[in-house]
């Protein structure tokens, strides 16, 4: 009986989940304010990381910038300081677990207990698997994975005590779906999203609802990082645009942003489609980018 009676209450729930969304569409989300909040944004010094200190700036954050190149970095931090910000800027190699232990406590000693933290700092090295060093393997998932463990284990215990905080997971759509010569930069993206909504799960199990995830997902994004990346069917997307809708997402407590938003569509109807029609739409997307391929540089 019990069972029963859970069923229907479930049912009762996702009834009641479409028909908030669906309100959701017509009814703008309040929006809260970051005003005086201490966020942390690591990847600050191009890109990204660039644009996103740029928008918490124009609300009144204090801002702590990490970045592995000290010239970048504390140009981010100059146009912050333009806008009104507080800004404090730490040189920090996202890969080291021991830099990142001690930079969090000289952030804590200095500016106080981090309260929106931004997981940014990425690599990628586009090669076929075969041409991918093994250094760069293992520098991609310390950056873009494991940082985000030692960075988040380093900060959470004062938003756990608080119950108040928000943790930030920039992925890709490459953490939904798969592309050749990339691989792992896609596996790395995967363990990212998978992070992110452990974390979200963790959260909840723990009642600590006062500490919000988000986790956003672009499509290609020019960055510098691939060069001349090109698609059929989304756009190349430049890091203000994504910016904007990171913070947008911040704002309203969004937990999955994809960018642009129909993406989650595409990858929807994706798991329903047989494999012969996922490799048709792989042909028609067309994507491309610089790639070493057998040791030689080739567009792919």
């Not at 979200?200 to 609802?209: M, P, W």
């Not at 911040?250 to 937990?255: E, F, G, H, Q, V």
């Not at 048709?280 to 080739?298: L, P, R, S, W, Y």
Request: glycine share 6%.
């Amino acid at each position: 009986m019990n069972i029963i009676l859970d069923l229907l209450l479930l049912l009762i729930i996702i009834i009641y989940s479409y028909l908030e969304s669906l309100v959701k569409v017509f009814i703008p989300q309040r929006r809260k304010s970051v005003a005086g909040e201490i966020v942390l944004i690591t990847g600050a010094g191009h890109g990204i990381g660039r644009h996103t200190a740029y928008e918490f700036a124009k609300r009144k954050s204090r801002l702590v910038l990490w970045d592995i190149n000290k010239h970048g970095v504390e140009e981010t931090a100059a146009e912050c300081r333009k806008l009104g910000a507080i800004t404090h800027v730490f040189v920090v190699d996202c890969s080291n677990r021991e830099e990142i232990y001690d930079s969090v406590n000289q952030v804590k000693k200095e500016v106080g207990d981090v309260t929106i933290v931004v997981n940014n700092a990425g690599t990628i090295y586009p090669a076929d698997l075969l041409s991918t060093k093994d250094e760069e393997i293992t520098k991609t998932f310390e950056v873009n994975i494991l940082g985000h463990f030692w960075i988040t284990k380093a900060l959470l215990p004062a938003m756990m005590q608080r119950n108040h905080g928000h943790i930030v997971t920039v992925a890709s759509v490459c953490g939904h779906g798969v592309i050749p010569y990339i691989i792992p930069y896609c596996s790395s993206k995967f363990a990212a999203v998978s992070f992110h909504r452990a974390l979200t799960s963790e959260f909840e199990a723990l009642g600590k609802t006062g500490i919000k995830t988000s986790c956003v997902c672009p499509v290609f994004v020019n960055t510098g990082f691939t060069k001349n990346p090109s698609t059929r069917l989304f756009p190349v997307l430049e890091t203000n645009e994504v910016a904007r809708s990171l913070i947008d997402g911040i704002l309203t407590n969004k937990k999955m942003i994809f960018v642009p938003s129909y993406l989650n569509i595409f990858l929807t109807l994706e798991k329903f489609l047989p494999e012969r029609a996922l490799a048709a739409i792989n042909h028609v997307q067309d994507i491309q980018f610089e790639a070493v391929i057998g040791h030689k540089t080739k567009m792919k």
